[in-house]
């Protein structure tokens, strides 16, 4: 069964530092998502983007994260600097979306990161 | 502002006992709602409601949306340990395309 796939896994990091997550959608899934869920929380929403295109960023931190999705298929979320707050899960998930129509969403296993 | 609430935080229940999670929704634009269950990982799909009144079910899990009354349920019956998670609620909107998250509903079933 095809998986969204996320690396690292596990990651801690100092603050000040720059850490990098890496998603890999469903093969042809067009829609990709990045969220951000703290613990206790529901994901929040930081980045959607369309094939290459970035549909919303509305909630991304653009001052020290940035997102891009250079081919329309795997993507990379980066923070510079790190900071203590940004400690969480980094959840990545896919949808065919698109003219298709298809709005299921299927996430990845999620990177956990620990600022320290 | 869009929002999804979901009801109760967190729930306590035995083995064999029937929940209900509940799921309200205000927004604009809605297209379909979805239920996830979450234990310590990602979340995992369990369905999705685009129309009133249709029950759909799997297993010891069933859900229903009423979108007259804006919200949802979850039911599961004869609960189990392997049960015990974060159910995570979601609405779809069209037009901007992006999914509004609940807080979840903790369940914990006790043996």
């Known amino acids: 069964e095809a998986e969204v796939a996320q690396s690292p896994r596990y990651k801690i990091t100092e603050k000040s530092q720059a850490v990098a997550f890496w998603c890999d959608p469903i093969s042809g899934h067009a829609t990709l998502y990045w969220y951000r869920q703290i613990l206790g929380q529901g994901p929040e929403l930081l980045v959607q983007f369309q094939d290459e295109s970035v549909v919303d960023d509305s909630q991304l931190p653009k001052d020290r994260f940035s997102a891009e999705r250079l081919k329309g298929v795997d993507s990379t979320l980066k923070i510079q600097p790190a900071e203590l707050g940004d400690s969480a899960m980094y959840l990545c998930?896919?949808?065919?979306?698109?003219?298709?129509?298809?709005?299921?969403?299927?996430f990845g296993p999620g990177t956990r990161l620990t600022v320290t | 502002e869009d929002k999804v609430v979901q009801s109760p935080l967190s729930l306590v229940v035995h083995e064999g006992d029937t929940v209900t999670l509940n799921c309200s929704y205000e927004?604009?634009?809605?297209?379909?709602l979805l239920w996830y269950k979450q234990e310590k990982k990602a979340p995992t799909f369990l369905f999705m409601l685009?129309?009133?009144?249709i029950e759909k079910k799997s297993g010891r899990l069933s859900s229903i949306l009423d979108k007259k009354e804006l919200f949802s349920i979850l039911n599961i019956t004869a609960t189990q340990t392997g049960d015990s998670a974060v159910y995570l609620c979601a609405v779809f909107t069209s037009g901007t395309y992006k999914y509004i998250f609940g807080t979840g509903t903790r369940l914990k079933v006790l043996a």
């Open positions: 998930a896919s949808s065919l979306g698109g003219v298709v129509g298809s709005y299921e969403q299927y």
């Open positions: 685009t129309s009133s009144g």
């Open positions: 927004v604009t634009n809605f297209r379909s």
